[in-house]
């Protein structure tokens, strides 16, 4: 079935860029998401990008998509403590189902 | 305007006992999806409902557990008899269509103890 994966941790110091990659296997895939959760509240949508496009900028968010290889990545520019949380990768062929990887534990240092 | 609310934020039981996780999507919102959270794991899809019917219960771990909605709004997850691997946070999301962004309620944090 339709798998999401991603890496369980980053660290990075206040000021770096950030990147949180991930890998999906369902090539009908539509929509690509990036969800931010903070503790002890839910998922937020924090950017998504369709899967006829390559890059979408927001602000200090980039992301990028490699469709042949199946590759998603967010890269936060200058982060901040206020960005440490866990980000989740996700994948959407059109319908209502949207598969999640395990989600990516991100710690901004001092 | 107000967004997704769950119900309790924590709950706490003995194996065995039966819970009732509670949700309240936004307003006008026809699609509700109830996922499991479990420490370490993506988020796992348990059902979906588009207004007060449910079309895909594939998700659900057991037959220990069931969903309903009424009035297209209001729904409730039970979970009977539970088991300590159902410890985990059930999150709750809404969405004006199927193919919209989900909106994610906070979660409760079951604990079979």
């Known amino acids: 079935g339709e798998d999401v994966e991603q890496s369980l941790f980053l660290s990075v110091r206040e000021g770096d860029s950030s990147v949180i990659n991930c890998t999906y296997t369902d090539s009908s895939s539509t929509y690509l998401y990036w969800y931010k959760q903070e503790p002890g509240a839910g998922l937020q949508l924090l950017t998504y990008?369709?899967?006829?496009?390559d890059m979408k900028q927001d602000q200090r968010l980039t992301v990028l998509l490699n469709k042949k290889d199946k590759h998603l990545s967010l890269r936060i520019a200058d982060t901040q403590t206020g960005d440490s949380a866990i980000y989740f990768c996700?994948?959407?062929?059109?319908?209502?189902?949207?598969?999640f990887g395990a989600g990516t534990r991100l710690f901004v240092k001092a | 305007g107000a967004g997704v609310s769950q119900s309790p934020s924590n709950k706490v039981t003995e194996k065995g006992k039966d819970v009732e996780l509670r949700c309240d999507p936004i307003s006008g919102h026809t699609a509700l999806y109830w996922y499991r959270q479990s420490l370490g794991q993506g988020l796992e899809f348990l059902i979906y409902?588009?207004?007060?019917?449910?079309?895909?219960k594939s998700g659900l771990p057991s037959d220990r557990f069931s969903a309903e909605r009424t009035g297209g709004s209001v729904s409730t997850l039970t979970i009977q008899r539970t088991q300590q691997e159902d410890s985990a946070v059930y999150l709750c999301?809404?969405?004006?269509?199927?193919?919209?962004?989900?909106?994610f309620g906070p979660g409760t944090r079951l604990t079979v103890t």
């Open positions: 409902f588009q207004g007060n019917s449910a079309p895909d």
């Open positions: 990008i369709f899967s006829n496009m």
């Open positions: 999301a809404s969405s004006p269509d199927p193919s919209y962004e989900q909106y």
């Open positions: 996700a994948e959407s062929a059109g319908g209502f189902k949207t598969i």
